[in-house]
């Protein structure tokens, strides 16, 4: 392994520790984990609403079940006199 010169390597551990200590950039880090969070739940839950949603709009689309067959009109009513 090479030889590091001294300045080097106090200029490393400086580093080190002014990058432990320092606290000036938390916020910004706790905001992208809040945004990261919220777009990860906020996928989970559109996924998993989509089927629930694909199921009602198919029943809507299906004249046989669901409220279209509740919109059809009623038989006309005959009398049986005339």
Not at 39 to 60: D, E, L, M
Not at 70 to 82: F, I, K, Q, T
Request: charged share 15%; with cysteine.
């Amino acid at each position: 392994m090479p030889d590091v010169p001294a300045s080097a390597a106090h200029r490393f551990a400086s580093l080190c520790v002014r990058l432990v200590h320092d606290d000036s950039g938390q916020d910004l880090i706790e905001y992208a984990f809040l945004a990261a969070f919220v777009g990860v739940a906020g996928y989970v839950a559109v996924s998993t609403i989509a089927p629930a949603v694909n199921s009602v709009y198919a029943t809507w689309i299906d004249p046989t079940q669901g409220s279209p067959k509740l919109w059809d009109p009623a038989d006309p009513w005959v009398s049986s006199g005339s």
